[in-house]
């Protein structure tokens, strides 16, 4: 079975500083794929960031980056620079080479601060 | 273009009342996808369609819970003699294809809520 946990229900941060979100995860596959997943107030979920499993390489995306760590499980994402529009639920999620679904972790809430 | 869209936004029902709730792909999305989101959880998957077959069906809770797909377009999730239990968001999505390679673009969900 997969699972996907996130420990910290909620984080605060200040404007255009920097702000990890951790994420660790559990699999028996070496064949998967890691997203993190925003959910603003509208309900709208958006994919922020995917990570292959098989790629050493951290992924990025523009002011968000993530640190994988196979051998620990470990997922976390970085937003640099935040801003107002970053707030949200932030989901981190997990699927396996093969599969259809995505097995999600509950969520963090961040907020940014002006 | 535009995006995944469902309906209704809200819906308040009775407990033991049936429900339908409907999602509208992304045009030539011929992967569909229903996820259930219960209040500060994170999102359960329910079934996945190919076209309009159901190869996943893992995820639904019940036999209360059934979905169809018309081609590769709008599909309806139904919950028949609702529970209290079944209050949640509801969540379709939508993609080119396999769920690893192609982003999944999210609908904004039916808030469900049984009294």
């Known amino acids: 079975a997969q699972t996907v946990t996130q420990s910290q229900p909620e984080m605060s941060v200040q404007e255009a500083e920097t702000v990890t979100l951790s994420c660790t995860y559990d699999?028996?596959?070496?064949?998967?794929?890691l997203f993190w997943y925003k959910q603003p107030p509208s309900r709208q979920m958006i994919l922020v960031i995917r990570?292959?499993?098989?790629?050493?390489q951290n992924a990025t995306e523009n002011r968000f980056s993530v640190n994988f760590q196979k051998a620990a499980k470990s997922f976390s994402l970085k937003i640099s620079d935040s801003q107002l529009g970053d707030t949200a639920m932030y989901f981190c999620?997990?699927?396996?080479?093969?599969?259809?679904?995505?097995?999600f972790g509950k969520g963090m809430k961040l907020t940014v601060n002006p | 273009g535009a995006g995944v869209s469902q309906s209704p936004s809200n819906k308040v029902t009775e407990k033991g009342k049936d429900v339908e709730l409907r999602c509208d792909p992304i045009?030539?999305?011929?992967?569909l996808y229903w996820y259930r989101q219960r209040l500060g959880q994170g999102l359960e998957f329910l079934i996945y369609?190919?076209?309009?077959?159901?190869?996943?069906k893992s995820g639904l809770p019940s036999d209360r819970f059934s979905a169809e797909r018309t081609g590769e377009s709008v599909s309806t999730l139904t919950i028949q003699r609702t529970q209290q239990e079944d209050s949640a968001v509801y969540l379709c999505?939508?993609?080119?294809?396999?769920?690893?390679?192609?982003?999944?673009?999210f609908g904004p969900g039916t808030r469900l809520t049984v009294t």
């Open positions: 999505a939508s993609s080119l294809g396999t769920a690893y390679i192609y982003e999944q673009y």
């Open positions: 699999t028996s596959e070496n064949n998967y794929y």
């Open positions: 990570q292959e499993a098989y790629k050493q």
């Open positions: 999620a997990l699927t396996q080479g093969g599969s259809e679904k995505l097995v």
């Open positions: 045009s030539g999305h011929t992967a």
């Open positions: 369609f190919q076209g309009n077959s159901a190869p996943d």
